[in-house]
Structure formats: structure tokens, C-alpha cells
């Protein structure tokens, strides 16, 4: 197998999805079932020769832990160009910012792709590939910071559809739509909707998509690669080394719970503790990383409400 170069051959229009999945990684069963029900082919591919694969790369993975130990220690954080201040300073001001990333210690700083530490152990080229193209090998550091951290963006499509009279379902090709808190409205906030008669108020249950900037989370000198797996091995693939993501800061598992993903917080000492943890740069070796061809993939939201009217007495008086 040849040098793998996940973000140039696909689109989003293609019939099929390529994904690339990190062999060796736990748990083996999760990768017998994916390729399974998922891949293209799947259900006729030979169980033994997967496992196969999979211990061969499992094997990778323990000579990497004495070749390549400590790498993770190493992950570069640079400061952010400074002519990129207004920029920062206009991100940090933005709502999806200020709602997200609220609770811990905070920067915006210019990381390491290859050392940074992976938990997801699959991506694809859907969404970012094509856009990561059109920057070129030395994106300027305005085009690369709005491609880390796009305040303005274009969102994947969804498809909105009534099951039923209070069920609603809201469907994706992007992971990432999910349901957001649900907010009172006003009758002013209402005021250009029609109705039967005069509206006093309403509740908005919404759904969209998550702020989606590159973020990692640190924890002495490792860093996680949180959010934008998409991004960065879409930067990497066009040789760049370094770019801009939101570092927060963690020094205790408490406050890696508020921040980090379930299967992070399940077992932070193998991604911060083990001697070589999977790494960004893994999913370009080819002893590695497998391409798998996917059909494409819906992801859902589903919204069911129910009014109840009653009376009852107010004893407040």
C-alpha cells in the first residue's frame, strides 16, 4: 500500500464515502461489526483475515511503544501570529465561543498536527476535504485560522420531515447535528407567525450543529485533539504542520470530565499516560490505517412534545 492520502479522491456527491479506520486500536469487535453492516462488501469479507489485519497492526503499535516513546510529550504549541489578534479576539467574543467554552482555562494557539493524541479511531473526507484543497500547501494564516475556526460557515444539509402530528425528525449527512437547549420565546419573538389568535408565548426546541472549531484539550505537555478530526488530517494530508486550535487546559479529572469525550474521561490514563498513544499522524501509515469504502450515512434528531391543558388552584393569595 502506498502512501495514504485520505482527502483527494472523494466527494460528497459520490456514491460511496472512503473512511479511514486506525487497526490495532481497541476493540477489535468494534471493527469486525463495522465492516459488517457498514463497509461496502462487508458481509462478505472473511472475519479471520480482518483479524488478521487488525493484530498486524496491533503489533505496529507495540514497536512503536519503544521506537516512538514519549513522542506524545513532545507536541509543539506556538504562539498565535500576532497579526491574527483580531481575529482571536473576535472569536473569543462570539456567542458559539462564549457558550462552549466556558468553564476551563482557554487559548488560541498554533498546534502540532502529528503528535496530537486521537480517540476517535475513524474519519472521512465529507466536508472538509474539498474546502482544505482549495488553501493550497501554504494557506495564508488568515485563510487557515477561518479554516480552524470558522465563525462564518456553510452547514451540511438537513432534511426536515412530520412523522406524525408532535413528532418531527431531523436528518444529516453530518455527525454532528444534534439537539440544543430549549428556549422560551416571547410573543414579541413570535410576532410574524399567524395563528388562530393572539400568542402569549411559545418554546423553541432546536436543533443544529455544534460550534465545530479545532479544539484539544492539555494536560501537562500531551494534547488531545478534541474536536476537528475532519480538518486536521485534511491539513496534514496538504503538508501542513501546524495550525490554530482553542487549547484548553486540564490538571485534574474533574475537569477533564466537563471537557473531554466519554471514551477520553473512560480511560485518561491510556491517552495521557500510555508510552505511545495513537496519534494523528497514524491515520497517513500504511501499516496502520485502512481505507474502507462506506455507504453513505444519515444521522438523525428526533423531536416528540405533548401539550397537556389543566386547571388548578393558585394558592399563592
Known sequence: MGRIDPFTAASIEDANVELLWLLGQPQLQDYLSFVKHK???????????????????????????????????????????????????ALRAHPWYRETFDTLPATVEMVELDKLIVYQISVSNLFSGAKAQGLGPDPTPEDLFNFCLPLERDNPPVRIERLSGDRWLFTSPSTDIRSHEARPLGAAQLAAFTSSGPVAGGLALLVGFGCNFMSVIRSDK????????????????????????????????????????????????????????????????????????????????????????????????
Open 39 to 89: 463497509a461496502v462488501g462487508g458481509r462478505g469479507a472473511d472475519p479471520a483475515a480482518l483479524a488478521d489485519e487488525w493484530r498486524a497492526a496491533n503489533d505496529v503499535y507495540h514497536q512503536l511503544e519503544t521506537e516512538e516513546a514519549g513522542i506524545a510529550d513532545s507536541a509543539e504549541a506556538r504562539p498565535l501570529d500576532p497579526q491574527l489578534g483580531p481575529m482571536a479576539e
Open 222 to 317: 500531551r494534547m488531545v485533539l478534541h474536536n476537528g478530526y475532519h480538518r486536521a488530517c485534511a491539513l496534514r494530508a496538504l503538508g501542513v504542520t501546524h495550525a490554530p486550535a482553542i487549547v484548553q487546559e486540564v490538571t485534574r479529572k474533574d475537569e477533564l470530565r466537563v471537557a473531554a469525550s466519554e471514551s477520553v474521561t473512560a480511560d485518561p490514563a491510556f491517552y495521557f499516560l500510555a508510552a505511545r498513544p495513537p496519534l494523528l499522524k497514524d491515520f497517513f501509515d500504511p501499516r496502520i490505517a485502512k481505507k474502507l469504502a462506506v455507504r453513505p450515512m444519515q444521522h438523525s434528531v428526533e423531536i416528540e412534545f405533548k401539550f397537556k391543558d389543566y386547571t388548578r388552584t393558585d394558592w399563592s393569595e
